[in-house]
């Protein structure tokens, strides 16, 4: 598939496995410029090597960031001013029964899981 990427940046959140990674790895086939995001460079770095591993060609960065701290958003978009492509993937959840959720948890779960996308995009 030709999806006419090529040349174009691409921000691909909560992508150093799984869904994320997955879009990363397609968009990166494509021949876009991929940054990938995670909560550790570790992780990061794993991920990118993965990435290099199954496409040797790739563009691939990575930023380190925690979604639910607006001043590690800010440095993300400091970093990484404008992109042709955003995929908020980014998202968290547990298994708990809803009266069982603190307020405090439903804060972090609504900055993560919507404010970084609203920041973002």
Known sequence: M???LKSKMALVTGSTAGIGYAIAKKLLEEGAQVIITGRT???IDEAITGLKTEIPR???RGVAVDFK???EV???LAQVPEVDILVNNVGI???KEFVQ???EEWYNLFEINV???IRLS
């Open 74 to 76: 800010d440095s993300l």
């Open 93 to 95: 959840f547990g298994f």
């Open 69 to 71: 701290q607006k001043r």
């Open 41 to 43: 460079q570790e992780r």
């Open 115 to 117: 404010m970084s996308g």
């Open 101 to 103: 959720i603190s307020e």
């Open 58 to 60: 790739a563009v691939v």
């Open 2 to 4: 030709n999806l006419q």
